[in-house]
């Protein structure tokens, strides 16, 4: 993180102002040679994919970027990601969340922008990430799989003239069940787990399979604390989908044209998708060579 944050250092508070400024500075790297020092400084330049998939998956660092559109479960396959590869999983929804609830300068103006499904500007999420990324480099990170950044081609090419995304996976699930699955999200409004009460078993027909996605329900502990997020309504997570189609599509094709794109289609549930998912990526889960050895 270090040419970034050198970046952002001085970053005051998160007004507008400063955020245009953080912005700025972020911006400015993408036109200069930071993103090539950035690589070097953390080591992992000239290295070939196939050298380093022969080192233990936890020193690779990994710089990955998750998309998909809103409930497709970017956030459940980066966080057991982020697990498999020691490196922070870092969700720029999470960041306006925290932001929105520590009642903040920006709070009221976020809350407004996320009620009603848009998109928060450039300068704020990139203001939020930065200040992110620089408390991660002092607790000594490295490496990081961002979901729900970038969302814009703007923000798609600011973090390309910053450092160097080695891959980026884009979820893909049918809408129909989309929908169904962020209206069934609930949240542990004690422990901030995430649980999804919907249970998804649609019929294959006429050449097209069916799909299966079990219910995640909560323990019992949690089963009466459970929360749902305010924009997770019908109105706002069809507008969420619609601005998805509008404005982050063409992120999937700026990193396509630049071939960092894998397209995964989920199968089903978890049960189902985690395996797969690690397949592609050439991953194994030392948890399940565990579980299936015993
Ligand atoms: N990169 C981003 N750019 C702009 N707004 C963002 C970004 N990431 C998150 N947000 C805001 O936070 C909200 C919640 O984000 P997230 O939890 O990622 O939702 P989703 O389930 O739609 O993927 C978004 O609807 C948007 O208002």
């Known amino acids: 993180m270090a040419?970034?944050?050198?970046?952002?250092?001085?970053?005051?508070?998160?007004?507008?102002?400063?955020?245009?400024?953080?912005?700025?500075?972020?911006?400015?790297?993408?036109?200069?040679?930071?993103?090539?020092?950035?690589?070097?400084?953390v080591g992992r330049e000239g290295e070939t994919?196939?050298?380093?998939?022969?080192?233990?998956?936890?020193?690779?660092?990994?710089?990955?970027?998750?998309?998909?559109?809103?409930?497709?479960?970017?956030?459940t396959y980066a966080s057991r990601l982020s697990h498999l590869l020691g490196v922070?999983?870092?969700?720029?929804?999470?960041?306006?969340?925290?932001?929105?609830?520590s009642s903040g300068p920006l709070a009221k103006e976020l809350a407004e922008i996320v009620n009603q499904g848009k998109l928060v500007s450039d300068e704020i999420i990139i203001s939020l990430l930065s200040k992110r990324l620089e408390d991660g480099e002092?607790?000594?990170?490295?490496?990081?799989?961002?979901?729900?950044?970038?969302?814009?081609?703007?923000?798609?090419?600011?973090?390309?003239?910053?450092?160097?995304?080695?891959?980026?996976?884009?979820?893909k699930l049918r809408e129909d069940v989309l929908l169904t699955k962020c209206l069934g999200r609930r949240i542990c409004s004690q422990c901030g787990g995430n649980f999804n009460v919907a249970s998804i078993d649609i019929?294959?027909?006429?050449g097209t399979p069916g799909i299966y996605m079990a219910p995640l329900l909560p323990p019992p502990q949690c089963a009466s604390k459970l929360i749902t997020r305010s924009d997770d309504t019908e109105k706002v997570v069809k507008e969420r989908l619609r601005v998805y189609h509008d404005l982050s599509e063409p992120v999937e094709e700026f990193y396509?044209?630049?071939?960092?794109l894998l397209e995964f289609e989920l199968p089903g549930g978890i049960p189902e998708s985690w395996p797969k998912l690690l397949q592609a990526l050439n991953l194994e889960d030392p948890d399940d060579k565990q579980s299936a050895a015993a």
């Open 256 to 260: 396509g044209r630049r071939g960092k």
């Open 203 to 206: 019929k294959g027909e006429n």
């Open 3 to 41: 040419i970034l944050n050198r970046l952002m250092r001085g970053r005051a508070a998160a007004s507008a102002a400063a955020a245009a400024a953080a912005a700025r500075r972020f911006a400015a790297a993408a036109s200069s040679e930071v993103g090539a020092a950035f690589a070097a400084s």
């Open 138 to 171: 002092a607790k000594g990170e490295s490496g990081f799989i961002l979901d729900g950044f970038p969302r814009t081609i703007r923000q798609a090419e600011i973090l390309e003239g910053v450092t160097d995304i080695d891959l980026v996976i884009n979820l």
């Open 88 to 101: 922070p999983h870092i969700a720029t929804g999470d960041l306006v969340r925290e932001e929105l609830a």
């Open 49 to 75: 994919a196939e050298r380093r998939t022969k080192r233990d998956p936890r020193s690779w660092n990994v710089q990955w970027v998750f998309l998909g559109c809103p409930g497709v479960g970017k956030g």
